[in-house]
């Protein structure tokens, strides 16, 4: 069986003790600067340019921004998010 990495808790930990950026304008300035170790986006993200994106490790969350907003705790939708600094967590292994 391998190992499935909880998404919910691992962007928990990276948003709790690392460095997070949220909404796409942030994650596009984030990736373009080549700040980001990775970006989870939502299924629904409009951003062309996220989507398409290949020089940052990108994971697609299954779920609409509404959900990836409630995932990360925030009471906002978002679209997209930009891993600066994991943190104490494992996120960067999905």
Same mark, same amino acid.
């Given at each position: 069986?391998? &190992? &499935?990495?909880? $998404? ?6 990276? %948003?709790? =003790?690392?460095?997070? &950026?949220?909404?796409?304008? +942030? =994650?596009? *300035?984030?990736? *373009?600067?080549?700040?980001? +170790?990775? %970006?989870?986006?939502?299924? @629904? /993200?409009? @951003?062309?340019? !996220? $989507? &398409? @994106?290949?020089? $940052? *490790? /990108?994971?697609?969350?299954?779920? @609409? ?5 409630? !995932? ?8 997209? !998010?930009? %891993?600066?600094?994991?943190? =104490?967590?494992? %996120?960067? =292994? !999905?």
């Amino acid at each position: 069986m391998s &190992e &499935e990495i909880d $998404v919910g808790r691992a962007l928990k930990a990276a %948003i709790a =003790t690392g460095e997070v &950026e949220f909404g796409v304008d +942030q =994650t596009v *300035k984030a990736v *373009k600067a080549g700040k980001a +170790q990775m %970006i989870v986006i939502s299924a @629904n /993200c409009p @951003n062309a340019f !996220l $989507v &398409e @994106n290949k020089d $940052v *490790k /990108c994971h697609v969350y299954s779920g @609409n921004n509404m959900e990836l907003g409630a !995932l990360c705790g925030k009471p906002f939708s978002v679209s997209a !998010l930009a %891993i600066i600094d994991k943190g =104490t967590s494992n %996120i960067l =292994t !999905l």
